[in-house]
């Protein structure tokens, strides 16, 4: 089984900083794409940010230029360094990941985080 917890939320003026990180563990194999969604309360969840295992990002376009998506394959971690943070940006986060796990067939699965809350107000 594998795990993805999530750390570095919480509350921001408009304007601030916020980096949040995502760590995989488990039987992993490796790790292939990873992303960051976020559910704003009554929206569809959207994807915001996504980085392949060869580090080739994508950028939902509000985000462009604010946030930065990057990962340390070695700690099957991902990270979303959020600055000029907004009050639409207020959301729960969630990480995704394709994982190749230890079993036999080294069949890729897709994962999420139980999510983490982003909240930006003065």
């Known amino acids: 089984q594998v795990q993805l917890v999530e750390s570095g939320g919480g509350l921001v003026q408009p304007g601030g900083s916020l980096r949040l990180s995502c760590a995989a563990s488990?039987?992993?194999?490796?790790?292939?794409?990873m992303a960051w969604y976020r559910q704003a309360p009554g929206k569809q969840r959207e994807l915001v940010a996504r980085?392949?295992?060869?580090?080739?990002?994508n950028y939902e376009d509000s985000v462009k230029d604010r946030f930065t998506i990057s990962r340390a394959n070695a700690k099957n971690t991902v990270y979303l360094q959020m600055n000029s943070l907004k009050p639409e940006d207020t959301a729960v986060y969630y990480c995704?990941?394709?994982?190749?796990?230890?079993?036999?067939?080294?069949?890729?699965?897709?994962?999420w985080g139980q999510g983490i809350q982003v909240t930006v107000s003065s």
């Open positions: 488990g039987s992993i194999f490796s790790v292939e794409a």
């Open positions: 995704n990941a394709d994982v190749i796990v230890m079993t036999g067939s080294f069949t890729a699965y897709n994962y």
């Open positions: 980085i392949t295992s060869g580090r080739v990002t």
